[in-house]
Structures are given as C-alpha cells and as structure tokens.
C-alpha cells in the first residue's frame, strides 16, 4: 500500500470529519492529489483534487463549499487532507485518495490516477 486513508467514521448529519491521506514508502510530493467516493450500489466518483503545488483545487458540485482539501508537504510528509463539513447522508461512502503524476489541472477522471489509498468509510446518519 503506498496511500494510506484514514479519519473515517460514524458521524450525524450536519457534521464534520477530516480524512487524511498519508504516503507509504514513497513521496508524492510532486504528484497531483485527489479524493473520490463510493456510496454502496453506485459507481466511483470525483470528489476533490488538489495540485502539486497546493495552487489549483477543484471539487465536485456534490461538495462544493462543504468540503475542502489541502495539502502538507512540509518535512516531507506529503500528507492530504479532505476537511468534511456540514456532512449529509448521501455523503456516506468509502473515500479514496489517489496520486496523479501529470502536473496538468488536476484531473477529475479516475483513469488519470495512478496510485490508489485503500479507503475509509464515512457514515453520515440522520
């Protein structure tokens, strides 16, 4: 496992939890970061990315002015994070966290990433 996710949980509706993704291994310091998500029965999808640099981000509508990704590369830590707020139950799912090496816009499309974390579960219940 080179990406390791973790900070999931069980959280109630209007909540926050940050997710954490951490290199193994490696560094994907100059690597493109991105969050996606897998409720149960429903395909993959886009949540987050964030730059090399930490200068470009995008998200998907789904999550966007609730959640917010940064990154600390700092002492070589590289790490990732997703900041959760405001959580609503369709948000439930496994999070992933994924490393892009091209250093275009960060990419939304899977197939673009090239590393894979393990994933975390979030639960957001009524």
């Known amino acids: 496992v080179q990406l390791q996710a973790s900070g999931g949980g069980l959280v109630q509706a209007g909540g926050s939890l940050r997710l954490s993704c951490a290199p193994s291994?490696?560094?994907?310091?100059?690597?493109?970061m991105g969050w996606f998500r897998q409720a149960p029965g429903k395909e993959r999808e886009f949540a987050a990315a964030?730059?090399?640099?930490?200068?470009?981000?995008?998200?998907a509508d789904s999550v966007k002015g609730r959640f917010t990704i940064s990154r600390d590369d700092a002492k070589n830590t590289n790490t990732v994070y997703l900041q959760m707020n405001s959580l609503k139950p369709e948000d439930t799912a496994v999070y992933y966290c994924?490393?892009?090496?091209?250093?275009?816009?960060?990419?939304?499309?899977?197939?673009?990433?090239?590393?894979w974390g393990q994933g975390t579960l979030v639960t957001v219940s009524y």
């Open positions: 964030i730059s090399w640099s930490g200068s470009s981000t995008t998200y």
């Open positions: 994924a490393a892009d090496s091209s250093y275009s816009t960060p990419p939304r499309a899977s197939y673009e990433y090239e590393y």
């Open positions: 291994g490696r560094s994907f310091r100059k690597y493109t």
